[in-house]
């Protein structure tokens, strides 16, 4: 929350909104595979688990998940199978696949750990922000 000395002008908001929206588009495939490295899920159960592991920050809508998928699927990261459903047709749940996993790993390793885990970074992100250590 912003004090009312650094309160956003509409303006403002307007270009931190933007900056949201891009960063949640380019980091989906990074939640997708953290929610399946936790277990398998059909679609419905990966936004759960990507909302619930991002606090709410991060969402995607059904066609986005759906593209999304498929293209992990082409590609061997995710595999998928028809589940029998009590309600209905039959559900696609995924699974990662070895590659998918060695694939977060190494994303992890040379892209996550290097900027928003390392330490120096963490404490300027919380100086800015105003959060105490």
Sequence with gaps: MLSADNELSQYDQDIVSSW???????????????????GAGDMAC???????LSCGVVSADDKSMYRALRRFEDIELIESRAEKSPNGPDK???????????????YIKE?????YLNINVVALMKGISGEKN
């Design 92 to 106: 696609k749940v995924f699974t990662l696949t070895g590659r998918g996993g060695r694939v977060l790993r190494a």
């Design 46 to 52: 990966i936004k759960e688990g990507i909302e619930a």
């Design 111 to 115: 892209c996550i750990e290097p900027t």
């Design 20 to 38: 949201q929206e891009v960063t949640k588009r380019s980091q989906l495939t990074l939640w997708i595979l953290l929610v399946l490295h936790r």
